[in-house]
């Protein structure tokens, strides 16, 4: 995939979490190859733009496990998704705001003094009609 960070947890080993971010183009075949990078590298959070839906439902990655976090009204497809793997997900991850261009999920890592840290991933869809930044990122962001 085109980009790939590492995020850091400071357990009493060296450990990271693998996060990647994509846009999919709502391509079925990218899905299915982004369903093999994810389980091939080891990621456990994936920021998705575009992701490919079948009747406007996330569709593609359920063979994986985890959860995938997206506005699911089921009238429009999704612009916007994150999937998060059960090693992460286990630890306590709960989506804090969802549209269909914007999804904000807060999970906790552990930090150098073993105190719980929160962090805040979002996945967003800038669409090219639409003034940059968004009215719900904005506010995002702000808060």
């Not at 971010?21 to 075949?29: A, T, Y």
């Not at 009747?55 to 959860?67: D, Y």
């Not at 999920?105 to 669409?127: H, M, W």
């Amino acid at each position: 995939m085109n980009t790939q960070r590492t995020l850091h947890k400071h357990l009493h080993t060296n450990t990271h979490t693998n996060i990647c971010q994509v846009n999919l183009q709502h391509c079925k075949d990218a899905m299915s190859e982004l369903g093999q990078y994810v389980r091939r590298a080891k990621v456990e959070i994936a920021l998705l733009q575009e992701p490919y839906a079948w009747r406007n439902r996330v569709a593609g990655l359920g063979h994986l496990g985890g959860a995938l976090y997206y506005e699911g009204n089921g009238e429009l497809p999704p612009r916007a998704c994150i999937y998060v793997s059960n090693n992460v997900r286990n630890m306590g991850c709960f989506m804090t705001m969802c549209c269909r261009d914007l999804v904000v999920v807060e999970t906790y890592f552990i930090n150098d003094e073993g105190k719980r840290c929160k962090v805040a991933l979002a996945s967003c869809y800038q669409p090219g009609d639409v003034e940059t930044p968004t009215k719900e990122l904005e506010e995002t962001v702000l808060r």
